[in-house]
Nanobody, 117 residues
Framework: QVQLQESGPGLVKPSQTLSLTCTVSGGSITTSGYYWSWIRQPPGKGLEWMGAIAYEGSNYYSPSLKSRTSISRDTSKNRFTLQLSSVTPEDAAVYYC?????????WGQGTQVTVSS
């Protein structure tokens, strides 16, 4: 069973870069056909897909966030990382990492991020 766990700071100051890591267990992030996404949910709003990194390393980003978003991976540690630059209070949300492939779909438990000085 593939499991995902987010980690990172819960508080980020405005204009700084948010960095979150998702550690994957029970499966490899390089398995063919698997994709690894970041999704967030601001308070009182719906889910927003931010971007993904594919099993072979290709990146896909939401057009609305592309200029501020970067998703990378460390295959030696089986984890992938989200960086969101120039954060504002509007970036406060619960951030989820999600893995999906032909035969599975799994979410991390989510991590709350607050943007405040």
């Amino acid at each position: 069973q593939v499991q995902l766990q987010e980690s990172g700071p819960g508080l980020v100051k405005p204009s700084q870069t948010l960095s979150l890591t998702c550690t994957v267990s029970g499966g490899s992030i390089t398995t063919s056909g698997y994709y690894w996404s970041w999704i967030r949910q601001p308070p009182g709003k719906g889910l927003e897909w931010m971007g993904a990194i594919a099993y072979e390393g290709s990146n896909y980003y939401s057009p609305s966030l592309k200029s501020r978003t970067s998703i990378s991976r460390d295959t030696s540690k089986n984890r992938f990382t989200l960086q969101l630059s120039s954060v504002t209070p509007e970036d406060a949300a619960v951030y989820y990492c999600v893995g999906h492939g032909p035969d599975f779909g799994s979410w991390g438990q989510g991590t709350q991020v607050t943007v405040s000085s």
